[in-house]
């Protein structure tokens, strides 16, 4: 057999496979460059960057789960400039998409950053980070869908490249946030984002986090997050990135055939720096077994 056709249409960008590392997760990809081939990777999501840099919230502030962990660091990153300054130079030797996640208190900022990045042609899309929790109003734009469809049009208005808005599990209906922000001009949307958490020290009575709640990620999460990207996948048009504890090439898979065009991988290039592109390696391996020719026969092929 031919090798499979991994490359998957995100909006306008094209990715060489479907298989992403998630903002926060990998930096900027420059802490596992001695690790892992970065140009085999569909696309390297950056940490969220902000208009000013922020130090992010005290610590601890990452406290593992019996199925994940719970984090909350509080937007830590050094602002646009210095990313723009100091990022920028290395993305521009890696030959994979770079996707910037953007992160804001407002409307205008969102748009500011947005402006700033459009100059820079090694930024190939956007994602919207709308759904953080771990911030002061964090979650404020994506609850609502005026609210989040208000953020991505500012933002369109700013930029030429491509939009996926990332969006919150801590939601009535997520699949309502993402047709709102469709109709607003997102190009994708990606889900989910962690879901609130805690945790408790009861020697001490207090909670482990400095910031008292945090965002759970990983395996725990993961049926969940699928459910919530089939819902999504089966009610909007443009197209659905799938995140939650994809640990392995079966769960992307999972995502894939409930929906997903792409995947993101998160927790788990914690546990190994290599998962991600162990997963691609995987999903070329399933295909081949499968006599798959092309990702476009496994998105959404769910038989219900
Ligand atoms: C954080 O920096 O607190 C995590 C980012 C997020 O959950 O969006």
Redesign the pocket.
Known sequence: MVKPNLKVKIGSLELKNPVMVA??TFGSGEEYGNLVDLNKLGAIVT??ITLKPRE??PPPRLVETPSGIL??????NDGIETFIKDKIPFLNKVKTAVIV?I?AHSINDYAEIAGRLNKIKRVDALEI?I?????RG?LEFSKEPDSASAVVAAVKNRTSKPIIT?LSPNVKDISEIAMAVQEAGSDAVSLV??FTGMAVDIETKMPVLGNVV??LSGPAIKPIALHMVWETARRVRIPVIGIGGIMDYRDALEFIIAGASAVQIGTANFVNPKAAVEIIAGIEGYMRRNKIANMKELIGCLKT
């Open positions: 903002s926060g940490k969220s992010g919230n984090n909350s660091i509080g937007l830590q996640s992160a980070n759904s953080c929790p771990n911030v964090g990332k984002n962690t945090g965002g």
